[in-house]
């Protein structure tokens, strides 16, 4: 059993940074590959980011490459998403999730635990 708890959210103006973190209880959180998702009023929840369980490999969404970078630190059992350069439209509900290894990350099935979200407004 995983849980995971998101802070770092909140209002910002557009051309801001923030930074998420994502901390796990249990002794088991370097087994997990981490990703980030999120959740737009309306709209369908969507990858954003994903880390290997060794901070070996990262991968992003086409929309924030270059913006967003996905980080973890297993000694802290957290894992982080830096955020800048943020747009009115990365305004959503953002959510951490742990998954063991198997299936395409980008996908919601692939993750065994997931956060109760932390809210982020960009503003313009």
């Known amino acids: 059993q995983v849980q995971l708890v998101e802070s770092g959210g909140g209002l910002v103006q557009a051309g801001g940074s923030l930074r998420l973190s994502c901390a796990a209880s249990?002794?088991?959180?370097?087994?997990?590959?981490m990703g980030w998702f999120r959740q737009a009023p309306g709209k369908e929840r969507e990858f954003v980011a994903w880390?290997?369980?060794?901070?070996?490999?990262?991968s992003y969404a086409y929309s924030v490459t270059g913006r967003f970078t996905i980080s973890r630190d297993n000694a802290k059992n957290t894992v982080y998403l830096q955020m800048n350069s943020l747009k009115p439209e990365d305004t959503a509900v953002y959510y951490c999730?742990?998954?063991?290894?198997?299936?395409?990350?980008?996908?919601?099935?692939?993750?065994?635990?997931w956060g109760q979200g932390t809210q982020v407004t960009v503003s313009s």
């Open positions: 999730a742990a998954g063991l290894s198997g299936g395409t990350y980008t996908n919601i099935g692939y993750y065994n635990y």
């Open positions: 880390i290997s369980r060794s901070s070996g490999t990262t």
């Open positions: 249990g002794r088991t959180f370097s087994r997990y590959a």
